[in-house]
């Protein structure tokens, strides 16, 4: 497994923005993907970027959020506008190789207060 490092996180008000980006120190992914974890809950889906750069976003994250990627510097980004209270959570990164098992980060904290 390849060590990923998330940042960007912190605190912001509702109706702002916060930029996450994550770094992989190798490694080739097919995808990269997004997820968050909320305090009493489950880890979710958040969004997904191939390498040919198809994005796939939870139906909460339509609109608001954006994936990126830059494959030659193997590092993924997610844009996140119009933050809301509920998007408060622990948000990770991960890297899904051609073979082998995923990736993850640390995770960073998100906290949005209204």
């Known amino acids: 497994q390849v060590p990923l490092a998330e940042s960007g996180g912190g605190l912001v008000q509702a109706g702002g923005s916060l930029r996450l980006s994550c770094a992989a120190s190798g490694g080739i992914f097919i995808t990269m993907t997004w997820s968050r974890q909320a305090p009493g809950k489950q880890r979710e889906f958040v969004a997904s970027i191939s390498r040919s750069l198809n994005a796939t976003y939870a139906d909460f994250a339509k609109g608001r959020f954006t994936i990126s990627r830059d494959i030659a510097k193997n590092t993924v980004a997610l844009q996140m506008n119009s933050l809301k209270p509920e998007d408060t959570a622990v948000y990770y990164c991960?890297?899904?190789?051609?073979?082998?098992?995923?990736?993850w980060g640390q995770g960073i904290q998100v906290i949005v207060s209204s």
């Open positions: 991960s890297g899904t190789p051609l073979f082998g098992a995923n990736s």
